[in-house]
């Protein structure tokens, strides 16, 4: 029996092209700018080391685990949406200071590091693999949405990338649809050394004025996070209080005793909501934003 020439050869030649379109996308070199300068980078990235919880989140949302995350040392400061995705990781240290031997170990083919924290380190970085440079502590809801794109690129998933964004907006317009409220919210962060504030030009403080939530803080600021005394609470004086709790004796135990706490809105009607920090303030990315914009859409419609 003899096949068909053409059969076997339009196979044959679609299988070739198929090969042939998979190794190019491989060994496609891309130059990015980031927030220093540029890196060079060629195929796919598969090691990739992650210094900043944004980062993560970012990878998460299109379902890319990254090998090594500066964890802090705290597994569990990852929030639930990102560990359906990464379940597993080497942890590279703290983020203030990652350990440059954990991530030489673990041979990655892509550092990804933020620029306020990791820039004083930056060479020893590179030396190791080549390191992408963002923006991510103290950066706002809109630039991390600009910054997840050139994270995009330089892992390969440019296209995967912008159908996720489109995604996140399209939920955030379904929740901003179902808030109908003028009661103000206010995020802050409390540890064993202070509270602060999380203030418009926040992550948070997008997010809440993208689902059109007031903020309580009279006179705009573009300091993201602002240290608070219980008189600098009060002046805010907001009718939700949202708080990450990071320790469990903070200044707000000794403030509960003080007749100027019982004074507060949120006290009075029984609004100081505990919220997890690590989705709240650490995360900061698509999964987590969607999942704050679920806490308050429940908060606003009565439910607990």
Request: proline letters at 5%; hydrophobic letters at 45%; one cysteine or more.
């Amino acid at each position: 029996m003899k096949l068909r020439e053409n059969g076997v050869w339009g196979v044959f030649g679609v299988l070739i092209g198929s090969l042939l379109c998979a190794a190019s996308a491989w060994a496609e070199t891309r130059t990015i700018q980031d927030e220093i300068g540029t890196v060079t980078l060629t195929g796919t990235p598969t090691r990739i080391v992650a210094l900043e919880f944004s980062f993560v989140d970012a990878m998460a949302a299109i379902g890319v685990a990254p090998l090594g995350i500066a964890d802090d040392g705290k597994p569990e400061r990852l929030i639930p949406a990102v560990k359906a995705v990464v379940p597993n990781w080497h942890s590279v240290g703290s983020r203030y200071q990652p350990s440059l031997e954990a991530i030489a170990e673990l041979k990655p083919d892509l550092i990804i590091a933020d620029l306020e924290r990791h820039s004083t380190i930056y060479q020893d970085l590179k030396r190791i693999a080549p390191t992408l440079i963002l923006k991510s502590r103290g950066e706002t809801y809109e630039e991390n949405l600009a910054a997840v794109l050139t994270l995009a690129k330089a892992i390969n998933k440019t296209e995967e990338m912008e159908v996720r964004l489109r995604q996140h907006r399209e939920t955030m317009a379904a929740y901003k649809a179902m808030i109908d409220s003028q009661e103000t919210v206010q995020f802050a962060v409390v540890s064993d050394r202070g509270m602060w504030m999380h203030g418009p030009a926040s992550y948070a403080g997008g997010v809440l004025d993208l689902l059109n939530v007031k903020s309580p803080i009279p006179d705009q600021t573009g300091q993201a996070y602002l240290p608070t005394s219980l008189e600098q609470l009060l002046a805010a004086n907001p009718d939700w209080l949202l708080i990450g709790r990071y320790a469990d004796q903070t200044p707000l135990e000794e403030w509960q005793s003080s007749p100027m706490y019982s004074l507060l809105r949120a006290v009075k009607h029984d609004r100081v909501i505990e919220v997890s920090p690590g989705l709240w303030s650490l995360s900061r990315g698509m999964l987590a934003a969607e999942g704050m914009a679920e806490n308050i859409t429940q908060l606003m419609n009565g439910q607990r």
